[in-house]
């Protein structure tokens, strides 16, 4: 057993008495106000004393990070300990879409961190970039010291250093993690990830499934192999946990679960209103914690801000494909920009028989949209990607970007990619034939009917 003050650890377990169970106040459990909160004015500093470690399936249900991964951590002395890298990462976007960026352990973005409320945490940071660098934990209550301001609050990390992060968690929310040292550079580049920190006692229903999806974008011009930080509004790649459709992993659930969907947006410039396809959600939490049950209303669309997070929960009841993606339709492309004309409309006329003498095979494309461009599976140059999507079970998906799909299904033996949905006999759109067109009285050659809005 071993007693510090107010402190005692035994059996591996961690006990607060005295002054440090009073600074557990607004964590679940715990005696009397937290030092230095709101509930206890005027104190010279806040407490760091914590509770036992909690752990995975016994204290929170883990995270699902698709496409990304998750920071592994130990318990030294009943605190836990991780260690993130900063250093470049060559980061596929997309298949035929690769860029060095700057990412943490070999990924971008670094891998989720999760925790649990009341936890004490130690988090070392080696910098193997060529720049110096800190890491800002967005939206965790911490002491100034340990909040990664470059210079403010902290020296920044030189290269080839390893700096120590310690602090205990008295909150539960969802959060993020970024470079707070020339952060156009560094966010841009794709210093950035999750941090999730679960109740120590949850609240509100279980849920089943629970996702954890950043959002970001870049700006890669064609044909070269490094984002451009240097960006101030036009990103031609928009992603998913790092991913452009159709590089973005489906997100699989069985009918009838409960699913939370954790969104974080560390875009350098865009927010991104986030629909969902087939089902109806709540808003449960904002960057501070969850929304009173009074607040909530149902939604279909969830605008998630620049530097904010927004988490979203409901009960998975009709199956099927159904597609998750930002609305901003330009975010549901890849590698776009202004230099390209608009041929809507355009009749080329004799135009490509007379071009086509100078150079073999040339073809006016774009008078009726991109789509004939993705479906044509035109070669495109070295390190880039089509514009438009993927074959899907039906047809071409015309999407790219910030667009992934939710896979409904009644029956699941694992959580694996299940492949595309069969649609039930009477519950697919499919083409009208004559004698149904004549049964409902349509005529497809009569003018487009159309009445009034309004009587005069």
């Known amino acids: 057993m071993l ?69 592994p951590w130990r318990v030294v002395d009943s605190v836990k300990v991780f260690h993130l890298v900063a250093e470049e990462v060559e980061h596929e976007f997309a298949p035929g879409l690769k860029a060095f960026c700057w990412g943490y352990n070999g990924r971008v973005h670094g891998p989720t961190i999760e925790a649990v409320e009341g936890d004490r945490v130690r988090i070392y940071v080696t910098n193997r970039l060529p720049a110096a660098t800190t890491i800002h934990w967005h939206g965790i209550l911490l002491p100034s010291g340990m909040d990664g301001v470059g210079g403010l609050s902290q020296k920044s990390i030189p290269p080839g250093e390893t700096f120590r992060y310690e602090f205990t968690l008295r909150q539960a929310s969802t959060n993020m993690y970024h470079s707070h040292h020339d952060e156009m550079t560094q966010i841009g580049l794709g210093l ?8 120590r006692q949850p609240a509100g229903p279980r849920v089943d499934r629970d996702f954890a999806i950043l959002l970001h974008e870049w700006r890669i011009d064609v044909g070269t192999g490094r984002p451009n930080p240097n960006e101030m509004t036009d990103f031609n790649v928009l992603t998913m946990n790092a991913k452009a459709f159709p590089g973005t992993e489906p997100l699989v659930v069985r009918q009838g679960e409960r699913v939370r969907i954790r969104l974080g947006n560390l875009s350098p410039q865009n927010h991104h209103p986030i629909h969902l396809h087939g089902h109806h959600f709540r808003i449960t939490e904002t960057d501070a914690g969850r929304v009173p049950e009074s607040a909530r209303q149902p939604e279909g669309t969830v605008l998630v801000p620049v530097g904010s997070t927004r988490v979203i929960e409901f009960v998975a009841d009709a199956p099927g494909d159904w597609a998750l993606h930002c609305h901003m339709t330009h975010h549901m492309m890849n590698q776009m920009g202004h230099e390209f004309p608009n041929m809507i409309g355009v009749n080329p006329g004799t135009l490509d028989a007379k071009v086509r003498s100078l150079l073999p095979g040339y073809m006016t494309m774009g008078q009726t949209g991109m789509a004939e461009m993705a479906e044509m599976g035109m070669p495109v140059p070295p390190n880039s990607i089509p514009m438009l999507g993927a074959r899907g079970k039906h047809d071409y998906i015309t999407a790219g ?43 497809v050659n009569a003018p487009a009917p159309v009445e009034p809005g309004s009587s005069s």
């Open 401 to 443: 970007g910030m667009f992934t799909v939710l896979k409904v299904r009644e029956r699941l033996e694992s959580y694996a990619d299940p492949g595309w949905y069969d649609n039930p006999p009477g519950t697919l759109a499919i083409a009208a034939g004559t004698d149904e067109l004549r049964r409902d009285g349509i005529d």
């Open 3 to 71: 007693a510090t003050a107010g402190v005692t650890l035994t059996g591996g377990a961690l006990l607060l008495s005295g002054s440090a169970a009073r600074a557990q106040s607004d964590v679940p459990r715990a005696q009397g106000p937290r030092e230095g909160s709101a509930a206890d004015i005027g104190q010279r500093h806040t407490r760091q004393d914590w509770l036992r470690p909690g752990m995975p399936n016994r204290d929170y249900r883990p995270v699902v990070v698709p496409n990304g991964s998750k920071l």
């Open 192 to 199: 950035t990830g999750m941090f999730i920190i679960h109740p």
